[in-house]
């Protein structure tokens, strides 16, 4: 499991006083660059063999600008060509956003997906997730 | 049912050569205004009643820069305190993507949910949509 | 001189209720479309010829959410392979934030500025503004 | 003077392959936190006491994707109720965008901007450059 604290920016916030919801599937991408590394090493854009099929993101708590977040990037399903992340942003020690996300090796050219070879699915499968985010980050 | 069409913006596209995925909540959110207006109607962010519960998109055809785009509105659900959206951008008269939002009415004096009156109800109820968003876009 | 008028978006506001500073480059970029046709008729990215050599903003008066702006854009400098926008947002029929910025005609794969040719000196030539902005829009 | 070093985001990249030039003054916003904590040291958003009167960016490299960045913050001027921040973005080593803004200490009830008193002053002071950013990171 990876896991990467950072500062919310203030321009993510909006005029609710907290951060904007359309800005978590962005911190989301931001934190999964250790399993983009899987596929393309050195995060060369042009050598890029990834494609998002779909998102969601549940809001269980607000976030606020001012003090850190946590998110915790997981796997939650391997497929053929295709895979689920699972993610989990936490602020004050709580659950605040849960994040998953069906990615697929694409071929940017032939514009066809492409099955997973075994290096990648064993790398994916030392991140899988068992079960639900806990509630409280136990630090 | 509600329907926009404009320009994607180029800071909008990534390496990737189209539009960023994180983009789309983002449009969808910004395509959601006649809706918010049935609970603001002066849109005075300082009287805002509604908070995102979840949000899903699935991605179905890439979107490019120079070509409009169409994103259309309509509700799927109508509960107690809270409703779902369902959005679809079309581009060449395709579905490229679609979205749902699970917004909820809410104090956020109280910080709680607030049952939705029957004007408000009846406002959502004329935007319903029966069934899945067409492939092509009829026009 | 181009006109063009949109709703701002809610996600663009920040936690003291009006436009964060940050999106007025992203207005400006986004209007400056016409003048990207110039250089790209078809506006395919691939074959874009433009770079960004700086950009300036200077707020006169905060842009609320819940009114329409609008983007007038007027070209102030030819040069020989770069030129200078000028380019000011109204809302509420006042003058509300003035962005310039100095583009170079560039060639992404030599990685060099290009001279422009009498067509594009002349479309420029349309478009230029004399003197300042008027501090109210006259409608 | 500060300095912070992160990863770019792939949201932040453009069709041209490299870090959209609309990105720095939100990269620039989100480093100058630590000046931001003279004025609100909890960084509460209800006390916010800033407002920014302008903003420049020169751009002399491009930025990618695949290699941190280093931002380094100081103050160019101390006036009565603003100052000018100057900051630079380096890559490889190299300053690829500098970036300069005047922020006003702002009553956001009053409206109006509001002398700095003599303990934000002598922290400003602290964080003075003198001359010009050096070309190269000397680290």
């Known amino acids: 499991m ?3 604290t950072f500062e919310p920016r203030f321009y993510e916030t909006d005029a609710l006083g907290h951060i904007n919801n359309t800005v978590f599937p962005a911190w989301f991408e931001s934190t999964r660059t250790p399993i983009f590394r ?3 090493p050195d995060l060369d854009a042009k050598k890029w063999k990834l494609i998002i099929a779909s998102l ?3 809001f269980k708590r607000e976030v606020l600008y001012n003090e850190s977040v946590t998110i915790k990037t ?3 399903r ?3 060509s295709s895979f689920t992340t699972t993610q989990a942003c936490y602020q004050y020690g709580k659950l605040a956003t849960v994040g998953e996300t ?3 090796q ?3 050219h032939a514009k066809q ?3 997973m070879n075994d290096v990648i699915r064993a790398q994916l499968s030392e991140h899988l997730l068992e079960g639900d985010w806990p509630l409280e980050l136990d630090e």
Chains 1, 2, 3, 4 share one sequence.
């Open 2 to 4: 990876y896991s990467e």
């Open 102 to 104: 069906v990615i697929v």
């Open 56 to 58: 969601t993101c549940e």
């Open 74 to 76: 997981a796997v939650k």
């Open 78 to 80: 391997i497929g053929n």
């Open 106 to 108: 694409f071929d940017h």
């Open 38 to 40: 899987f596929f393309t």
């Open 113 to 115: 997906s492409l099955p």
